[in-house]
Nanobody, 117 residues
Framework: VQLQASGGGLVQAGGSLLLSCVAS????????MGWFRQAPGKEREFVAS????????YYADSVKGRFTISSHNARNTVYLQMNSLKPEDTAVYYC???????????WGQGTLVTVSS
């Protein structure tokens, strides 16, 4: 599975961005997709995920109510709508795919989101 993320950029605090991730290859085997982020000097952390079997969504507490994960063309494209952005949301955002329900094994190249105060 190959993942291509896009949509990052520079935005002021309180603004919005939409990230997109397009999956190609063995997408029929993908059980869930997610977004993670890594801020400078910090560990990569979970942001949100969507499970294809029942379209369940999950969010980190830090983004609940502000970010929304959704999909289009099931198993092919996933979005992350980010609203009310804060400077602490600044990070490289990665999309990831889970094939076979064993965890996120496939990763995109990352897209940088910078939120200015």
């Amino acid at each position: 599975v190959q993942l291509q993320a896009s949509g990052g950029g520079l935005v002021q605090a309180g603004g919005s961005l939409l990230l997109s991730c397009v999956a190609s290859g063995r997408t029929a085997s993908v059980s869930q997709m997610g977004w993670f982020r890594q801020a400078p000097g910090k560990e990569r952390e979970f942001v949100a995920s969507i499970r294809w079997s029942d379209v369940s969504t999950y969010y980190a507490d830090s983004v609940k109510g502000r970010f929304t994960i959704s999909s289009h063309n099931a198993r092919n494209t996933v979005y992350l709508q980010m609203n009310s952005l804060k400077p602490e949301d600044t990070a490289v955002y990665y999309c990831a795919a889970d094939v076979g329900g064993v965890g996120f094994q496939y990763w995109g190249q990352g897209t940088l989101v910078t939120v200015s105060s």
